[in-house]
């Protein structure tokens, strides 16, 4: 996501003025206009979902529209939004608003100002600057605002994790949402969708009704989301068995071999840097042009490590490194094979 | 060599296709244009042709001849696209001149896709163009298309010669034109260089001294890094005005407003130049780096020198009493000899082999592959200790 997204799509941005409702994605209520804007996909379409089972429960004949701004043709909302014969309630959903046509922008302008009081029309905007004009229009015409922005902490994704289980009326302990967030926590729709397998396989009543720890790690116990630093810690701390089977769980869940060599070269620099430096962490830092925190976990690594090893690790990353960039058929074996080189050739 | 050339100048008929084939710094795209000039030569009298003095031959050798086209990259290949517009223009008649000429400059920058889209333009030309492809040596381009042209192989002048030129057309004074030539390795361009400018001979003494200084690995990881960061810094001050007058150039040609976003009509255009340009400062990173690396690798290839010279003394003159013999064979970095004894004396043939073999490596995989160059030099770095 670009900055500039995503200072446009902070709340603060439309704080200081009065029209702007902010309202949860969890449970957006019906009004004339609605702005569903940010980068996180899932939570957009979960807003869509929630706003759309609302108001079929309202009125079962509910009539959805779903327009593309991205393909937009000049006239297609004004048609979309006018009262038919019968008078249903009508539901008007525009997605792509990020990439929209010029054809959109001028028609939505026009029915920002004017928006048909029987309609509910939803606008989503995926992030970037596009249609920054309309964006502010809907701001101050008084629309309601839904912020889809993705959740990078672990605490946030907890929280989500147990707001499911608590929409759905169940319960989860503390460690099973920490166990399940590093299973699956990369992708939220991923975290969405165990969740609500958890909650289908369990029964509501009775003694089990909690989902525990146990129970999660039954599910998900096999797959951990390992990154190529997690790796590169273990291989160095010389964890050989800890190396390999994290590898194996990051190229799983989707880490490329480049930057697992990147890593690891990176890790391995530090260190060899560091191996001869004397002095306190600050001033090796200063030095060297890293930062402290660096220093002190290359000389907590470097116990164990000579001479010999680091060039030997070295050796084994620049030729990993060929590999995995054409030089060699599996560029698997080759991250493999330098992991498992650099994992023994400590002492 | 030169009267096989002229004579091809002279006939009516000369082979349609050649290939120009020697190391870096034996003048290929030099003779290709000389070459070239010779063919499209205005006089009359056979025997003088390639006079260098009529408008035909100023405007080959100065490249603005409409009839020669010469074809360069300063990217790291020629794309498949700049051939086929090679081939399409192959196929006009000259336009004031007996021939049309081809000049390829680097042919072995080119995926092997790539030249193939040349091979029936080069097996059979219009009848009035002729083809010269240039490379450093004839297995640097495909088979096929060797088998298609007739080669002509150049080989580097001796350093007296390159040393003789520095001081005739340069007035560079004959005992800094002896040592940059030597230095140089009879590159002319790059003892041009070092002759001329002190920025360059220093950077080449740092590199060379490199394998004297390097103690443990802590130095060869950060001798690595400085080696890389001088290359990037080097590349990047060269390129830096002439990426941003493109911009400028570009945009004013393209009538940008002059604040504000840009339309997107024109930022498509402007994000092609700066991969472009990304793409140049890559390669001039690479070229960079691939000479630091040949100037490392002489200072190696006077270790072996003085390291067999001193073994063959040892076999053989031990009762003859004779002058060490590597004095018959030059150091390229005569300055250092002391310094160059001690470390030959310090190690074996065998280890200075191999370290000659990661060299060597390094320089492969930079130049071929889209290796790393930081942690590729490392690699070599810790190599050498």
């Known amino acids: 996501m670009t900055p500039a997204a995503s200072s446009n799509a902070r709340p603060g941005a439309g704080a200081g003025n009065a029209n702007v409702r902010t309202s949860n994605w969890r449970d957006v209520q019906p009004a004339s206009l609605v702005l569903v804007q940010g980068t996180e996909e899932y939570l957009a379409a979960r807003a869509l979902a929630g706003l759309r089972k609302t108001l079929r429960l309202q009125s079962p004949d509910l009539e959805v529209t779903r327009l593309d701004a ?83 902490k672990d605490a946030d994704k907890a929280d989500f994790v147990a707001a499911e289980f608590r929409q759905a009326g169940r319960r989860i302990d503390p460690m099973a949402v920490r166990t399940l967030v590093a299973a699956v926590g990369a992708s939220l729709a991923e975290l969405a969708a165990a969740c609500s397998q958890l909650i289908a396989d369990v029964p509501a009543a009775g003694g089990s009704a909690t989902v525990t720890h146990e129970l999660v790690d039954k599910y998900y116990g096999g797959r951990v989301e390992a990154t190529a630093f997690k790796v590169a810690d273990a291989a160095l701390a010389g964890n050989g068995p800890v190396a390999l089977s994290s590898l194996r769980h990051a ?18 620099r530090t260190l060899a840097k560091v191996y001869s430096a004397r002095g306190s ?11 402290g925190w660096q220093v002190d976990q290359a000389k907590r690594d470097i116990r164990g490590w000579d001479s010999a090893a680091l060039v030997r690790a070295i050796q084994v990353l620049a030729e990993a490194d060929a590999q995995v960039k054409g030089a060699a058929r599996d560029p698997i074996y080759a991250v493999e094979r330098a992991v498992t080189v650099i994992a023994t050739s400590r002492r | 060599m030169v009267e096989q050339l002229s004579r091809a100048a002279e006939s009516q008929n000369p082979t349609h296709a050649w290939l120009f084939t020697g190391p870096p710094g034996s003048g290929r795209s030099n003779a290709a244009k000389a070459f070239a000039a010779a063919l499209v030569c205005e006089r009359t009298d056979l025997a003088e042709r390639g006079c260098g003095e009529c408008h035909a031959c100023h405007t080959v050798l100065a490249g603005t001849n409409a009839d020669v086209t010469f074809v360069a990259t300063e990217k790291t290949t020629i794309t498949i696209e700049e051939a086929r517009e ?24 080119m995926a092997e896709r790539t030249t193939n889209v040349l091979l029936k333009a080069i097996e059979e030309p219009p009848p009035r163009t002729i083809w010269i492809l240039c490379a450093p040596s004839p297995a640097d381009v495909l088979v096929t298309i060797r ?101 400028g150039n570009l945009l004013r040609s393209l009538g940008a407003p002059t604040s504000g976003a840009l339309p997107p009509s024109i930022r498509s255009q402007v994000r092609q130049l700066e991969d472009d340009q990304k793409r140049r400062s890559k390669r001039s990173i690479t070229d960079t780096l691939d000479r630091a690396l040949t100037d490392l690798l002489s200072f190696y290839r006077d270790t072996l020198v003085l390291q067999l010279s001193a073994a063959a003394n040892a076999a053989d ?9 590597s004095a018959t064979v030059e150091l390229v970095n005569a300055d250092l000899r002391p310094q160059l004894q001690a470390f030959a004396a310090a190690s074996t043939p065998e280890t200075t082999l191999a370290r000659m073999d990661a060299i060597n490596n390094v320089r492969r995989r930079i130049t071929s592959s889209n290796v790393a160059p930081l942690l590729a030099i490392e690699a070599m770095a810790v190599s050498l200790l």
């Open chain 1, 251 to 268: 190229l799983a869940t989707g880490v490329d071999p480049v930057p697992l060599v990147a890593a690891l070269a990176m890790k391995v």
């Open chain 1, 281 to 291: 962490s600050a001033q090796i830092a200063k030095e060297l042009g890293l930062q």
């Open chain 2, 86 to 109: 090679l081939v399409t223009k192959a196929q006009d008649r000259p336009s004031s001149a007996r021939w049309r000429v081809m000049i390829v400059g680097d042919a072995d920058r």
């Open chain 2, 317 to 325: 003159g031990s009762e003859q009493g004779q002058l060490p013999t």
């Open chain 1, 70 to 152: 991205s393909h937009y043709v000049a006239g297609q909302l004004a048609m979309a939004a006018s009262p038919s014969l019968f008078g249903e309630a009508k539901l008007i959903e525009v997605s792509g608003l990020a990439s929209m046509s010029d054809d959109f922008l001028v028609d939505g302008l026009d029915y920002v100002r004017a928006p048909d009081p029987d309609v509910v029309a939803v606008f989503h905007h995926g992030g970037g600057v596009r249609g920054k004009k309309l964006l502010d229009a809907l701001k101050t015409g008084g629309s309601t605002y839904v912020e889809c922005q993705p959740l990078k």
């Open chain 2, 147 to 247: 088998s298609r042209c007739r080669a002509v192989s150049l080989r580097v002048p001796p350093v007296e010669d390159v040393a003789a030129l520095l001081v005739r057309r340069d007035g560079v004074d004959p005992h800094s034109a002896a040592m940059a030539a030597r230095a140089a390795q009879s590159h002319v361009g790059i003892a041009r260089r070092l002759a001329q400018d002190e920025g360059a001979r220093e950077r080449r003494n740092a590199i060379v001294r490199l394998p004297l200084t390097l103690q443990d690995v802590s130095d060869a990881v950060r001798a690595a890094g400085s080696l890389v960061e001088l290359a990037t810094a080097e590349a990047n001050s060269s390129n830096d005005v002439r990426d941003a007058a493109e911009k």
